[in-house]
């Protein structure tokens, strides 16, 4: 297989696994050829929290910069999922005219069309064929130019399931999405809706808006959600990136006991001299088994927490890792996807 259509295989059909981190702050690229789009301001990139019903899981930044950046949504009342891909794509003011960024669109859809008996000897399917494709014709006042979308059908893990994805072109980015489901009218609804708005979602965002969810420094997880690699990321200084002044604000420091069975956040004083105030939490699990959307995630039994989940039980707190410098809460008695703003880590 080319390099080209490994990657094209490698972005509509491989599974979402690895390291995620936190989104990256908005970022300009370049300005489409025609006068139209020459004169409009610079395209910038953000990704929202939510997408109607879809709520933000998580994010992954593939080692390979030609593979860009994934970024999964779940919608909020099912299991339906929607995969978006970043990557670059031709540079429509600089070195592909309109022309030539059509001819690009079409070998990478064909060229992934193409490649359905390899995806089948490497076991990325076990059936898939093809139901139909069409270009995508952009609504007035889109910024993106051109589009393809591909309905499949594939048998994957044993399951009949329908695979659909839309691939839009804007200047120097390739924006495609892409969800593999179980098909009811509902989902077909709600994945039509979700594709509808995507696009613009993420071009509207402003570095405002996107902040409390976006760093330019912030550095990914490791590539697994061991233990170890989790634990290795608490120790230090945070805070709360909802404070006005940052870190400047004041920090709390995260503890970890040697034998991993206690997390203590320990504040500032609020006096000189006076101890600062410290919380205990005992250490129930960590790692991608309590939170699927999370996999850096340690569960936590908070000392003196009464409160209770809906079905009777004692809320536990999830410390939830979404780069080597930010975390978020969540506790479980808050529907799932559900956490506090950013805490950040501080010098």
């Known amino acids: 297989m080319t390099r080209r259509r490994a990657l094209i295989a490698s972005l509509l059909l491989a ?3 690895g390291g995620s981190r936190a989104p990256a702050a908005t970022a300009p690229a370049p300005a489409a050829a025609s006068a139209a789009a020459s004169e409009a301001p610079p395209i910038r990139i953000a990704i929202p929290g939510r997408i109607g019903p879809f709520r933000f899981v998580r994010r992954q930044d593939f080692d390979d910069a030609a593979l860009g950046t994934m970024v999964r949504y779940r919608h909020e009342s099912d299991s339906l999922e929607a995969d978006v891909f970043l990557y670059p794509g031709p540079d429509l003011a600089a070195t592909c005219n309109d ?5 690009a669109l079409k070998e990478e859809h064909e060229g992934f069309v193409q490649q359905f008996d390899e995806l089948r000897s490497r076991g990325y399917v076990q059936r898939i064929r093809l139901l139909s494709q069409a270009p995508l014709v952009p609504p007035a006042g889109a910024r993106w130019t051109m589009g393809h979308e591909l309905h499949l059908e594939v048998r994957r893990d044993g399951l009949d399931q329908h695979s659909d994805f839309w691939l839009v072109y804007l200047p120097g980015i390739r924006f495609k ?3 593999t489901f179980t098909e009811t ?13 995507a696009p613009g979602a993420f071009m509207s965002q402003t570095e405002a808006t996107a902040s409390d969810a976006a760093a330019a420094d912030e550095r990914p997880l490791p590539p697994t959600a061991t233990a170890d690699a989790i634990f290795a990321q608490l120790e230090g200084n945070w805070a709360w990136s909802s404070a006005k002044q940052g870190c400047a604000a004041g920090t709390h420091r995260l503890v970890v006991s040697p034998d991993r069975q206690q997390l203590r956040i320990i504040g500032a004083a609020a006096k000189e001299g006076e101890a600062p105030d410290t919380t205990v939490y005992t250490v129930i699990e960590a790692g991608p088994q309590v939170l699927p959307w999370a996999p850096f995630t340690v569960r936590l039994d908070m ?20 780069s080597r410098d930010r975390y978020h809460w969540h506790r479980t008695d808050w529907p799932e996807g559900g956490i506090t703003a950013a805490i950040r880590r501080c010098p």
Do not use: N, Y
């Not at 022309?99 to 001819?103: G, K, L, P």
């Not at 009218?185 to 708005?197: G, H, I, K, M």
């Open 303 to 322: 000392q003196g927490e009464d409160r209770r989940t809906d079905a009777g039980a004692l809320v536990k707190w999830d410390l939830v890792l979404m």
């Open 15 to 17: 599974a979402a696994c």
């Open 177 to 179: 999405i892409r969800s």
């Open 99 to 103: 022309a030539c960024a059509r001819r």
């Open 185 to 197: 009218p509902a989902r077909v609804a709600a994945l039509a809706a979700f594709t509808d708005e």
